[in-house]
């Protein structure tokens, strides 16, 4: 878990006191709430797919599980609030996970995405923390896309708007 041992090594090396997981993947962030489980210093938060990959999810700090089928409204309606629980928290630093499987037309993942929704996402994930003052780490991942070039340009807008942020 990449994740995992960036976080350990800036803990470790005191470049942060504490840090956030933003994980935004289509599957659950089982590996990062498994291994953060009582380490106070990080708070993990993933919103995915209720009905996936993992079968069996370690509890996150907070989890959304969204029905198959979630659009972009009402996913979006949910990151809000995400938002604005992990901002509480006042981590030094989140490492955001940029997952492009939400998509549409994702073969493993059944959210209902669009590719603006997506961006509109990634938009409001990196103005809230720039309003916040609180620096981020992005991480693409997932993406299967019946088109790759779909997958490319989710992940081609994520950097793009963490750019404009």
Do not use: C, W
């Not at 942060?16 to 962030?29: F, K, M, R």
Request: aromatic share 6%; glycine share 8%; net charge negative.
């Amino acid at each position: 878990n990449d994740v995992a041992v960036a976080i350990r090594r800036a803990l470790g090396a005191r470049l942060a006191g504490s840090a956030a997981v933003l994980d935004l993947d289509v599957h659950q962030g089982n590996g990062t709430a498994a291994i953060f489980a009582g380490d106070r210093r990080v708070y993990t938060a993933s919103i995915h797919e209720a009905d996936t990959y993992p079968y069996v999810k370690p509890p996150s700090a907070l989890d959304v599980g969204l029905p198959r089928g979630t659009n972009d409204d009402e996913y979006l309606a949910h990151l809000d609030g995400v938002l604005a629980r992990l901002l509480e928290q006042l981590p030094d630093v989140v490492f955001y996970l940029a997952g492009a499987d939400p998509y549409m037309d994702d073969q493993l993942g059944r959210l209902r995405l669009s590719l603006d929704g997506l961006r509109r996402r990634d938009r409001r994930v990196f103005a809230a923390l720039r309003a916040a003052g609180v620096p981020v780490v992005v991480v693409l991942a997932g993406g299967y896309a019946r088109q790759v070039e779909d997958t490319v340009k989710i992940h081609v807008a994520t950097i793009a708007e963490a750019a404009a942020a």
